[in-house]
């Protein structure tokens, strides 16, 4: 089993920034894909963001490319979500999750999903 715990969601204004952080513990943090999910009310969860587990390769929705920056630390077992010019459809619980197969935009490959924290952007 792996846990993970994300942390660092907040209430923010239009145009400012937030960094979610996700602690994992119980399993070998450096060998899993990490990824960020989103699921606004009433929606289905969406990809936000990948990292590999030597971070070398990332990839991004298109909806936060260019706004949103994923990193890793494995020294810490933590993975990181730089979240910058927000706007109010940013809105949404955010989940990270660890596959450990690889590194993918689809929510099912992935083995182990923390409890979320939510992000609201005001307008």
């Known amino acids: 089993q792996m846990q993970l715990v994300e942390s660092g969601g907040g209430l923010v204004q239009t145009g400012g920034s937030l960094r979610l952080s996700c602690a994992a513990s119980g399993r070998t943090f450096s060998s899993y894909g990490m990824g960020w999910f989103r699921q606004a009310p009433g929606k289905v969860r969406e990809f936000v963001a990948v990292?590999?587990?030597?971070?070398?390769?990332?990839a991004y929705g298109d909806s936060v490319k260019g706004r949103f920056t994923i990193s890793r630390d494995n020294a810490k077992n933590t993975v990181y979500l730089q979240m910058n010019s927000l706007k109010p459809e940013d809105t949404a619980v955010y989940y990270c999750?660890?596959?450990?197969?690889?590194?993918?935009?689809?929510?099912?490959?992935?083995?182990?999903w923390g409890q979320g924290t939510p992000v609201t952007v005001s307008s």
């Open positions: 990292i590999d587990w030597s971070g070398g390769y990332k």
């Open positions: 999750a660890a596959d450990r197969d690889g590194a993918t935009r689809y929510r099912d490959d992935y083995d182990y």
